[in-house]
Nanobody, 126 residues
Framework: EVQLAESGGGSVQAGGSLRLSCALS????????IRWFRQAPGKEREGVSC????????YYADSVKGRFTISSDSAKNTVYLQMNSLKAEDTGVYYC???????????????????WGQGTQVTVAS
């Protein structure tokens, strides 16, 4: 059974950093896309960053470019989102989602992702 589990959320002051982890289990094929989404209260879900395991493509929303970095550790079956220079507007619930198996980059639409984690709260105080 494919499962994703996020961790690493918390509360920080503006300018601080957090590293989110998305632990993958049940993946029997190597090709997948992992996208981080976030949703703030009263706002639509937003795609933040994405990693394609097949071609190494990495995507960042304009709002996080230069501040967030997505990476993976295949030995640990984990995808990370390093978030630096956090702003109050980064506050929200962060979800990792997988399109799997998939070997064609990073789809944008959330509806194309088959598996989702439970989410982790990130709160940035200004």
């Amino acid at each position: 059974e494919v499962q994703l589990a996020e961790s690493g959320g918390g509360s920080v002051q503006a300018g601080g950093s957090l590293r989110l982890s998305c632990a993958l289990s049940g993946f029997t094929f190597d090709d997948y896309a992992i996208r981080w989404f976030r949703q703030a209260p009263g706002k639509e879900r937003e795609g933040v960053s994405c990693l394609s395991s097949s071609d190494g493509t990495k995507y960042y929303a304009d709002s996080v470019k230069g501040r967030f970095t997505i990476s993976s550790d295949s030995a640990k079956n984990t995808v990370y989102l390093q978030m630096n220079s956090l702003k109050a507007e980064d506050t929200g619930v962060y979800y990792c989602a997988a399109r799997y198996p998939y070997a064609s980059g990073c789809p944008e639409m959330s509806e194309l992702y088959d598996y989702w984690g439970q989410g982790t709260q990130v709160t940035v105080a200004s």
